[in-house]
């Protein structure tokens, strides 16, 4: 049984007969795959997300208080972090379109039966399992661009895929919402699975494996890249544990999710106590940052592949800095300016929406073995949501210590809190800073690598091959 369940989900195996070049078949298979994994990863964050939208009716309700579903919610991000890095590792070996369905299929599942379940304990075990199944969506979205696009234009779609994300939250927003309203919280969770169920029909049907399954030649079989120096996925997936950049990566990566979701979860209440916004007004200008999200991170990889040759290292330090100087802007000037504060949040959207694409996990992919993406993914998402979830409790810590009773009312000093929000994101730039050069330092180390693992003619073929693409590499720098 165990041994028919890994077959299952093993990667499929290459046919036999090899077609010359891509037809419009091939065409048809890469566009349905890219086109369903980003419309299926939209439908993993409605089922992701249908806890923040039925909030307040259960509080209303006294069927949990604040601190139950604070408590609630911080699970999902720790099994989320801790599947993403798994799952990552998985998914680099899995046939991508059952590894992906199976993990939105279960979240689907969940989310109904959170429907039916009044019990916090329970409540916690299956939104804990929910963070689990969450993280098998991403790892197979990236391992599908990595065996289906080759690296000059992966880029662009990885930006397109990106945005996912926004539009799911939208959607989950504007229908389990309206749901919400309609029927009541317990439908919410019921609607967000049903979606979910119709999410994993579209991926089990259009997405598929790998080119080389249907009979097509690698997508990089005939470029000169850092792939050729392993020949199995033990190899690249070490490779990457012992790649400096890539942690230095993962923790540039945390930083941002700090000041990303540190504006998401307290943007709101910050407006309201320091600027004295009512609570529509500061959900909206909050809302902002999301729609300039998806302009960010759509054009991410269209910018640094049009006008960066592919690199991502300056685009990232401009919008890491831009980042800076909305949350300077958001946090530091004082007094109620709503104008000031709507363009901050639109910096802050297009910022955040880059650096998501670029520092949560592209530039990571662009520099590990094509094998072990889902790896590289996974050690930028395990740093990025444990940094997501610390944020919260950090920000509560110095939010409650800096709160003074008056007879008017609670009076709030965010003076810690801007510097934390600004800090984390000034970090992320430094730390990004640092791996300016990474792709043609880990390039001529490989190098390395690979005549030391290879003897006799394999040897010297991987080595020319190496050599070949580093005097490209010089001639391109």
Known sequence: MWQKTIDFYRISKPESRD??????????????????????????????????????????????????LGIIGSVLFFTYAVGKFCNGF?????????????????????????????????FMILWGINGWVQSMGAAPCVVSLSRWFPARNRGSFYGFWSASHNI????????VASVVSLAGWRYG???????GLIGAAVIAAFVYDTPESYGYASVESDKKSNDEDCEDFNDAQKMVLRMP??????????????????????????????????????????????????????????????FFRGSRNVPALIFGILNVAALSMFLLIPGRHFWVDVLSMIMFGLGIG??????????????????????????????SYI??????????????????????????????VGYFWIGAAMLSVL????????????????????LCWHDGAAQHRIGDVAQRFISMQRVSD
């Open 189 to 195: 969770f019921i609607g967000a699975g049903i979606i």
């Open 387 to 416: 940094g997501a979830a610390l944020q919260d409790i950090m920000n509560g810590v110095l939010i409650e210590n800096n709160k003074t009773m008056t007879e008017s009312g609670c009076v709030y000093d965010f003076t810690c």
């Open 245 to 306: 950049a890539i942690w230095i990566l993962a923790f540039a990566s945390a930083f941002m999710y700090i000041s990303r979701y540190a504006v998401n979860s307290w943007g709101v209440f910050f407006l309201q106590a320091e600027k004295g916004y009512d609570t529509m007004d500061a959900s909206f200008i909050i809302s902002i940052s999301s729609v300039c999200g998806i302009v960010g991170t759509v054009f991410s990889g269209l910018i640094s592949d049009r």
């Open 354 to 383: 880059v650096l998501i694409c670029f520092l949560g996990g592209l530039m990571a992919v662009d520099i590990a073995p094509k094998k072990a993406s889902g790896a590289a993914l996974g050690i930028v998402g395990i740093a």
């Open 19 to 68: 077609i010359s070049g891509y037809d419009g078949r091939f065409k048809r298979l890469q566009w349905s795959t890219f086109l369903s994994a980003t419309f299926g990863y939209g439908l993993y964050y409605v089922c992701r997300l249908s806890l923040n939208v039925v909030k307040k009716p259960i509080v209303e309700e006294g069927i949990f208080s604040e601190i139950e």
């Open 168 to 175: 799911g939250e939208a959607f989950t927003f504007i229908v």
């Open 90 to 122: 998985l998914a680099d070996r899995s046939n991508i379109c059952r590894f992906m369905s199976t993990g939105l299929l279960v979240s689907a599942i969940v989310n109904i039966c959170l429907g039916f379940t009044g019990s916090f304990v329970l």
């Open 431 to 450: 730390l990004t800073l640092c791996v300016w050069n990474a792709k043609k330092k880990i390039t001529e180390s490989d190098t390395r690598h690979m």
